[in-house]
């Protein structure tokens, strides 16, 4: 295992923990993980003395950026999770920019996967650990008029597919979505609606619900309270609900481990 491996292999625990213990990860760690892969790159193999490198380098952060910011503005990614993207992008910084591109890709194929097992694996000891609360809610969401509409043309669809088999496809599709939705939803008031004290909330914290207090309206959105928000709010003592969601900093830790693996047995196949 080389250096910027374990380096980054360690700020990512410390990322977990802190994601785990506040759901946010400090913005100071995210900063010392890029800047310091910045310095390795430069003091380990001279790679920013080649200017055509250089630039190569400069375009590829900047794709490293969009995509994060994108990740983030389609509500894929929380703040905290496309930073983190953002601050580890070096680790994969090739001078062959095609090399680069793969590489992102690789791990990014990698988050995608580690993501969606250990959300699932997350999301099961959530419900079973919640199961009354959390059946009851999934019961009361799938009784919803908009889950009745969508099971009945789900049907319709089935019968449909007598004469056309893609029907019976698009109908699994219908029923599927209402019983993944409604399971989020359920789990969402079961196990992630978190009351506390208008005194304790930070920036980034998620609102469950409109709140009306000192003559003001707060929103509910994506983008969480802001610090001019949290800093109005923690003058009043007043109970709130916010929503405590699924710490996605493990996927990184799992998603860095699969990919060192990973490339290392493309190495061994095509060296």
């Known amino acids: 295992m080389n250096f910027i491996f374990i380096f980054y292999l360690i700020g990512l625990m410390i990322a977990v923990f802190q994601d785990f213990k506040r759901r946010e990860i400090d913005d100071w760690l995210n900063l010392f993980l890029f800047f310091s892969g910045i310095a390795f790159l430069f003091f380990s193999g001279n790679v920013f003395l080649d200017s055509a490198v250089y630039i190569a380098f400069v375009f590829f952060i900047f794709i490293a950026c969009l995509v994060s910011f994108l990740l983030y503005n389609f509500r894929f990614f929380s703040g905290g999770d ?3 993207l953002f601050a580890i992008s070096p680790l994969f910084f090739n001078v062959i920019f095609y090399i680069s591109m793969m590489n992102f890709l690789v791990f990014f194929a990698c988050l995608v996967l580690s993501g969606c097992v250990y959300s699932m694996i997350y999301a099961g000891v959530l419900f079973f650990r919640d199961f009354k ?8 969401e799938l009784r919803k008029k908009y889950s009745k509409i969508l099971l009945i043309i789900g049907i319709f669809m089935f019968l449909v597919g007598i004469w056309n088999f893609s029907f019976v496809f698009i109908g699994g599709l219908l029923w599927l979505f209402v019983v993944l939705f409604s399971f989020a939803k359920s789990l969402e008031g079961a196990s992630m609606k978190k009351r506390i004290s208008t ?3 930070r920036e980034g914290d998620w609102l469950f619900y409109d709140l009306k207090i000192g003559g003001r309206i707060f929103r509910k959105n994506w983008e969480g309270l802001s610090e001019k928000d949290v800093l109005f709010l923690n003058r009043f003592d007043k109970k709130v609900f916010i929503k405590d969601g699924i710490p996605y900093a493990p996927a990184f830790l799992i998603a860095l481990i699969l990919y060192y693996f990973s490339s290392y047995l493309i190495g061994m196949i095509f060296p």
């Not at 609360?133 to 009361?140: P, V």
């Open 133 to 140: 609360k959390t059946k009851r809610l999934f019961l009361l």
């Open 82 to 84: 496309a930073k983190l």
């Open 199 to 201: 005194r304790g909330l």
